[in-house]
């Protein structure tokens, strides 16, 4: 029953954002995030006639799309990435790096995995599968929110609650496909209603930031700033270091 | 049992950074805001200042406290001591902080951005601030007088640091610079 009220309620929030956004003639400017939202209630719904007309066909069918959930949610993360960063040219630089090392990364240890036989652990479940998609999207996520922190990029209002919404959910989630793929735990009800439960959550987020449309903050003038960037960390190293320095001196008195 | 462990902390640690995030995005809504003349007049302030650390941890003041009074009162001078020391000290990190800021907010703009120099100055706050909080909880537990040793280096720093930041800001905002300097000027800097 109470998974029943989850989903309903959930279904009704993503019907609720759509028409809202169609509304106010604001998902063309999020057009990967409404994609996602879509996609979603599309499952949703399907998922629901499964259930209903094919009961036995159900938990394969679940998994599937659910694996299908995860890889649309990819282009979340890309919107994400295109809402906060494009402004910015120093900070997409940065960001630019960061990925392409994880890309790589990645890469690399599934070639050594495959080369060398012991191979990039296959997920034994699909569930194990949606874990692991979901542990790269968090990898990504942590960089992305950790640039925007530490540059104090400015964001709206809608972009500010679909990163925080969405980066709820994957962190609920590979918290809990963790937990909930270990042999023994996949039968407990408890981690099976924390994704319904963070879903929700992410959804009464989006809801609020997503009301209506709120434009990122235009950046200020720059002309000078631009030509001062190698003046300026030279001066900034230098304050760190000696701070450091005299610090350290301090503790060794 | 241990497998699941490097998720959870992967989520956690995602958790951690996104409530960061979001506080610091509330906190410091107005990032624009550290070029304003208002808060450079609140620098002013804080360069005017130079003297109070030398005073707070300078042994003049718990030397007399030590010969001239009950052991009551010298009780009571730690304590109101060690709370002074320590909001100076916050101050020190506040600045550190705000030069930090400045930098940021010209490094995000330009396509002339070094990564690696970003990677080492992001790495340098980040020891940085270990040493200042570490330096805190030295004085919270051993009082500032016992620790003046320590304090002594930091305030020296503190100098250098403020000149250097004098000579960043009149870089970022040359039109208010002046205004800056003159407060920088009043307290004695050190480089």
Redesign the interface.
Known sequence: MFTQILWWTANFAEVLLLARSIQGKFFRRYPSFYFYLGSVLIVSLLRFAVFTFRPGSYPAFFWYTQYFAATVGYAVILEIYSQTFKR????V??AN?LLLFILAAVILKIVAGAVSGSGWPPGETMAALE?DMR?LQ??L??VI??L????????GRNV?GI??GY??Y??????A???G??PGFGSRPAWRSALPIAYLAALMIWSFALWSYHANPE??P?SK??R??????E??????????S??????E? | MIQWLPYFFLGLLLLAVLAWWVWDAIVHRRTAELLTPRHLLDLRQVGSRRDLGDRIFGPQDWDFVLRETPSQIQRVFHRERTVLALAWLRRTRTQTSQVMSAHVAVARNTEHLQIGMELKLALSYVLFLILCNSLIGWVWLRGPVRTRKIVRQTLQWVASQRAAFGRLMAVVDPANHRVLETGFNQGTTQS
């Open positions: 910015y040219r120093g900070v630089r940065i790096a874990r542990a968090s990898v996520l942590f929110i950790a925007l922190a530490y540059y104090k990029v400015p964001i500010i990163v925080g980066s709820f994957v962190a609920t989630s590979v918290m496909l963790g937990f793929s270990l950046p200020g720059e700033i631009e001062d960037y190698k003046y300026v960390s001066q900034t190293r230098r304050i760190l270091s000696r701070a450091r005299y610090l350290k001196m301090g503790g008195l």
